[in-house]
C-alpha cells in the first residue's frame, strides 16, 4: 500500500497475477488458496478484480449463447435488433479469442446505445466485504470497477468493435459513437459510486490488448508441450 501511494518502503513489493497459469497446478497446490500460494512464494499477494461491488441487470436485452465446435456465439437480442458476438477457442493458448465483434455499423451502435440505456445497477457489497474482514492485511484486494471492468471507451475497443472499425466509425459517424459513450460512462459512473460506498482502498480496470486484440494464429508458433515445458520450468525456479 505504501508503494501505490508514493511512500518509501523497506523493500520492492511484487504480487504475480497468476491468471492462466492458476488452473494448471495441481489440485493439492490450488485448494489452499491463491494468498497462501503467494505468501508461501514470499510474494505481497495483490488480488486482482476477485470481487466487483455492484451488479447489473439487463433490462431490455436477452443473452443467448450457442457452442459449435471451437465457436462460441453470443447474441445480444433486443427490439431494435441483435449484436452478435462470435469466440474462437485455441487450445494451445488455453483462451477464447474475440474474432467477430458484435457492433460493425452505426445501426450497431444506436443498439448498443439501447441495451446500456437499459442497464440497471445496484449495490452489492457483501461478498467483498466478508473478503474483506477475512483476509485483513495478509492481501490487498482490488475490486474492478465499469460495467465491463474497464473504461467505456476501452471496451468498445476489445469487446464490442476492434480496433479498426472503432477508428473508421470515429471517423464517419463521430456523434453516434460519442452519444454511445456517454450512455456507457455514465453506467460506468454508477458503478464508481456503490464502489466507492465499499472498505476498498484500491480499483481496477482490467484494461487489455491481448487476447480481444490478438490474432489466435499469434500463439500457433508455439506447441502446447513447449508451453507446457516453459511452465514446469518456471514452477521449478
Not at 207 to 214: A, K, L, R, W
Amino acid at each position: 500500500m505504501n508503494a501505490l501511494r508514493g511512500i518509501e518502503t523497506d523493500r520492492v513489493p511484487w504480487s504475480p497475477f497468476l491468471a492462466y497459469y492458476w488452473e494448471h497446478l495441481p489440485e493439492s497446490e490450488r485448494s489452499c488458496g491463491q494468498v497462501e500460494y503467494m505468501e508461501k512464494m514470499g510474494a505481497d499477494p495483490l488480488l486482482r478484480g476477485f470481487n466487483i461491488l455492484y451488479s447489473t441487470e439487463n433490462r431490455a436485452c436477452e443473452i443467448s449463447e450457442e457452442s459449435r465446435g471451437g465457436e462460441s456465439i453470443r447474441r445480444y437480442a433486443t427490439k431494435l435488433g441483435t449484436l452478435t458476438e462470435v469466440r474462437t477457442y485455441s487450445p494451445t493458448a488455453n483462451s477464447w479469442f474475440l474474432t467477430g465483434h458484435a457492433v460493425k455499423t452505426e445501426e450497431d451502435f444506436k443498439i448498443l446505445q439501447f441495451i446500456m440505456e437499459n442497464i440497471r445497477v445496484s449495490g452489492n457489497q457483501a461478498p467483498f466485504e466478508d473478503s474483506f474482514k477475512a483476509l485483513g492485511d495478509r492481501a490487498v484486494t482490488v475490486p474492478s470497477i465499469g460495467i465491463h471492468s474497464k473504461t467505456a471507451f476501452q471496451s468498445l475497443v476489445e469487446q464490442w468493435c476492434g480496433t479498426e472499425a472503432l477508428t473508421y466509425a470515429l471517423y464517419d459517424f463521430p456523434e453516434t459513437v460519442e452519444e454511445c459513450l456517454a450512455v456507457m460512462r455514465e453506467r460506468d459512473m454508477e458503478t464508481v459510486k456503490f464502489s466507492a460506498e465499499s472498505s476498498a482502498e484500491i480499483f481496477n480496470f482490467f484494461e487489455d490488448s491481448s487476447t480481444t486484440n490478438i490474432s489466435p494464429s499469434m500463439f500457433e508458433r508455439y506447441t502446447l508441450p513447449e508451453i507446457n515445458e516453459w511452465g514446469r520450468y518456471i514452477h521449478s525456479k
